[in-house]
């Protein structure tokens, strides 16, 4: 029998041409439907291998989540960008490919990212996901998120809402 062995860690930039290839995959599923086609591809497009070398390399925060030596899922961090929130830390996004989804990898990695928020003296955790992504929505509130403001997001004329889930410690 093989033994997968999971690790959640920071990316590195050798993880870049994986972590595109999970957010094309993860975007597509997610979203198509939901996003307009045009806007969701040139979404995609803009996201290629250099943009998250660039991403890695740069201040931001990539974890990625590997099973068997196979990149799953990533997760980006960072501070809160909404200041009618008090809690200070976010999880901007968290996707897992498609076939890794539902086996509890998105709740390993979304607490590997809490954790690690904490540790940079963060306290408290905002998530946003799109009122249409019903996985999202059971996945956070499943997580113990409360859902506590809404927002709009505009794609090509389409009007979006999104739901904030906030985490105090
Ligand atoms: C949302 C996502 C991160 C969840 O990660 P996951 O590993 O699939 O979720 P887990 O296996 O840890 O499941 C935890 C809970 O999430 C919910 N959930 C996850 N996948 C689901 C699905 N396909 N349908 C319905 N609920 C689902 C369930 O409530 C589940 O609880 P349960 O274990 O009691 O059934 C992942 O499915 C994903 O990447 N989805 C596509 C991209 C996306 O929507 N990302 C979030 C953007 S804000």
């Known amino acids: ?3 997968l062995t999971i690790d959640i860690r920071k990316a590195e930039p050798r ?3 994986a972590i595109a290839e999970v957010h094309q995959q993860a975007w597509r599923g997610a979203y198509s439907g939901i ?4 806007t969701l591809t040139s979404m995609i497009n803009r996201r290629g291998v250099d943009w ?9 925060t990539v974890l990625v989540v590997e099973i068997g030596g196979t990149v799953a ?3 980006t961090i960072g501070k809160n960008r909404a200041r009618e929130l ?3 830390g976010e999880i901007y996004e968290l996707y897992l490919r498609p076939e890794y ?3 509890g990898l998105g709740s390993r990695l979304f607490k590997a990212a809490k954790a690690r928020l904490a540790d940079h003296g963060l306290r408290g955790l905002v998530v946003w996901a799109l009122e249409d992504n019903h996985n999202a929505l059971a996945f956070y509130a499943g997580n113990g998120g409360r859902d506590i403001a809404e927002g709009v997001e505009v794609f090509e004329q389409k009007a979006l809402k999104k739901v904030a889930f ?4």
């Open 52 to 60: 998250w070398a660039n991403a890695i390399r740069r201040a931001a």
């Open 86 to 88: 008090r809690q200070q």
């Open 15 to 17: 993880d870049a041409s």
């Open 1 to 3: 029998m093989n033994t």
């Open 35 to 38: 996003i307009p086609h045009r």
């Open 166 to 169: 906030v985490w105090n410690d």
């Open 73 to 75: 899922g990533y997760a």
């Open 101 to 103: 989804q539902g086996i």
